[in-house]
């Protein structure tokens, strides 16, 4: 079966650069999450978007930004990238109505 | 404040017993709680979902409970395997649909 895919799986960037993270739902699937896990952290809420609209955002900075397009693939933009940036961001898919959320494998961002 | 709380950080059990996690979240009106398994380095892997109108899942030797009024979930391990050995976070949705994750439960199971 069709899983959550993110591209790229790892990522190394220089401080103050930008990066684009993106991620591919299961096909039918209209929701969108993002999450950011830190090292030795537990994952942390960003931003999620549902039918290409923002529907919630938590503790995502303003340098960040993220969109969900027409085929419902989503992107996350991060620019003047820091050091603490460095982390392994996951999108979720789901669909309206069902409560599970469908995970991606996560991309590794490593900010030098 | 809605919190998610796993104690212990780290578990180590030997091989064949059967072994408990602990979840534990400051909210009671939660809306469902989901169970993830990570490997270092790893993706999420999810295990269960129980909704809030349910007490248990059942998914071969794992078991999740959901006690609301105690703001408890507990994951069941029967026969415990080496290939278990991962970090095991829960995550509770509190009816706004994003999870909010426990610090998770470092498990090694020891051959």
């Known amino acids: 079966a069709a899983g959550v895919i993110q591209s790229p799986r790892h990522l190394i960037k220089e401080k103050r650069e930008t990066a684009t993270l993106k991620c591919y739902p299961i096909p039918r699937h209209d929701t969108v999450y993002w999450y950011q896990q830190g090292p030795g952290q537990d994952p942390q809420f960003l931003i999620s978007f549902y039918e290409k609209m923002q529907s919630d955002k938590g503790s995502i900075p303003d340098r960040f930004s993220a969109q969900q397009f027409s085929d419902y693939h989503s992107e996350l933009n991060m620019s003047s990238l820091e050091l603490g940036d460095s982390a392994l961001y996951f999108c979720?898919?789901?669909?309206?109505?069902?409560?599970?959320?469908?995970f991606g494998p996560g991309t590794r961002l490593t900010v030098l | 404040k809605q919190e998610v709380t796993q104690i212990p950080a780290a578990l180590s059990v030997p091989e064949g017993e059967n072994l408990v996690l602990n979840c534990s979240f400051t909210d009671s009106a939660i809306y469902n709680l989901q169970w993830f398994r990570q490997d270092p380095g790893k993706g999420l892997t999810s295990l269960l979902l129980?909704?809030?109108?349910?007490r248990e899942q059942t998914s071969g030797r794992l078991n999740a409970s959901l006690d609301k009024s105690s703001g408890r979930s507990t994951l069941y391990i029967a026969a415990s395997q080496p290939g278990d050995s991962a970090t095991y976070l829960c995550?509770?949705?509190?009816?706004?649909?994003?999870?909010?994750f426990g610090t998770g439960t470092r498990l090694t199971i020891i051959p």
């Open positions: 129980i909704q809030s109108s349910q």
């Open positions: 979720a898919g789901g669909l309206a109505g069902d409560d599970t959320q469908y």
């Open positions: 995550a509770a949705n509190f009816g706004n649909e994003k999870l909010t």
